[in-house]
């Protein structure tokens, strides 16, 4: 069988690290392109291919040293011999039944789908009807422990976790829950449900605002809005997390109602001013039907003094898929559905709409048809 080894569907996922920048390609022919990052220059690599089945979601270690692959189908039609040989390869009994992926403050990861690894420890979320979180450990691939902590709603669909001194998840229905998580002891404290939109809304990605005394998770949510909850930390794992504050700030401006935040990154600015980056795809109010839709990726400061201040960073083409930032806050990342893949830099004396980073430049196309196969 034979396919043209072009980018045919676009981009699915990114990752960077402070010297490179991974990205997933759709289509017949996945595979993941790496580039290396030097200052503001940008040099093609080479290709991690054949990989069996698309790459939905891209982690790296904060080592970068190792990456973290999260694909939507199992080994696929490529035969073992051509395929890259991944340290280990984790992959649930029913891979249908779980939903997101991520790595922990200590470099574990929470495991969802079918998956696709380079190393570390990693934990599965369970989706339909009930929160179940799979720890392994990716130095061997073997599961550590499964952890089933109580919740009140036991018909929720959860759609995405984030993980940080304390594990998040959103849910299809507007709730977010929130719970501490003991790596070492291997338990997790009591989870606790808090709605932040109506039952229609989803949460599509999570985040935690960098630095400040309180835990602040920012929710991506479905109806082109970053809903805001702000809770004190516990003392004790068994302490419940009571809600100080909600927010919320609409991205999707002059929409029809028809708008989501499909992706959102949380950052911190050598500044030390926290921020955040996300994707969010719009249906306009116009009659124009070549202009019906906007995709932007949005710049926000989390601070006081500027937290009603949301910036369009740029507005794209074609439907945003996902974003990435730099461990160092200088590089932006930015992937399009449609071939499309852009990068930013940290320019602080930036005076264009409030925004410390230049505009986005698309990486020349002429790269990524280049083959040379590391790995």
């Known amino acids: 069988m034979f396919y043209d080894d072009r980018i045919s569907d676009g981009f699915g996922s990114v990752a960077l690290s402070d010297s490179a920048l991974f990205t997933s390609t759709l289509g017949p022919l996945c595979r993941c392109l790496v580039f290396e990052i030097e200052g503001r220059e940008v040099q093609f690599i080479g290709t991690i291919e054949p990989l069996y089945g698309t790459v939905t979601r891209m982690l790296l270690t904060s080592d970068a040293q190792k ?109 977010v829950a929130l719970a501490s998580l003991d790596l070492e002891n291997k338990t997790i404290g009591n989870v606790q449900m808090h709605k932040i939109a109506e039952e229609h809304v989803g949460i599509c990605s999570l985040g935690f605002r960098k630095g400040g005394s309180n835990i602040t998770i920012l929710a991506a949510c479905t109806d082109g809005t970053v809903r805001c909850l702000v809770t004190k930390p516990p003392l004790e794992t068994n302490v419940e997390l009571g809600a100080i504050n909600q927010a919320s700030y609409t991205y999707a401006k002059g929409s029809t109602g028809n708008a989501s935040v499909n992706h959102l990154e949380c950052a911190i600015e050598q500044t030390g001013s926290p921020f955040l980056i996300a994707a969010c795809n719009m249906e306009l109010e116009t009659k124009n039907p ?25 507005t794209f083409s074609n439907m945003l898929s996902s974003v990435a930032i730099s461990p160092n806050a200088q590089v932006l990342a930015i992937a399009t559905a449609n071939r499309g893949l852009y990068i930013s830099f940290w320019q602080p004396d930036s005076k264009t709409q409030g925004v410390p980073f230049t505009k986005p430049v698309p990486i020349d196309q002429r790269q990524l048809a280049t083959k040379c196969p590391v790995g």
Not at 110 to 124: D, Y
Not at 152 to 169: D, G, V
Not at 290 to 311: G, K, M, N, P
Request: glycine share 6%; net charge negative.
């Open 67 to 175: 990456l973290v692959c999260s694909t939507n189908c199992g080994d696929g039609l490529i035969p073992q011999a051509l395929r890259p040989t991944p340290l280990h390869s984790i992959a649930p009994e029913n891979a249908g039944e779980v939903a997101y992926i991520d790595l922990c403050h200590d470099d574990t990861t929470l495991i969802g789908k079918a998956f696709w690894v380079n190393a570390c420890k990693s934990a599965a979320l369970g989706k339909w009807h009930k929160l179940e979180i799979t720890l392994y450990n990716i130095e061997s691939g073997t599961r550590i422990a499964t952890l089933k902590p109580m919740i009140p709603q036991e018909t929720l669909q959860f759609t995405c976790i984030k993980c940080s001194q304390f594990i998040a998840f959103g849910t299809s229905t507007g709730f």
């Open 290 to 314: 070549e202009s019906r839709f906007a995709f932007q990726c949005i710049y926000h400061r989390l601070v006081h003094d500027a937290a009603d201040q949301v910036h369009v960073l740029d």
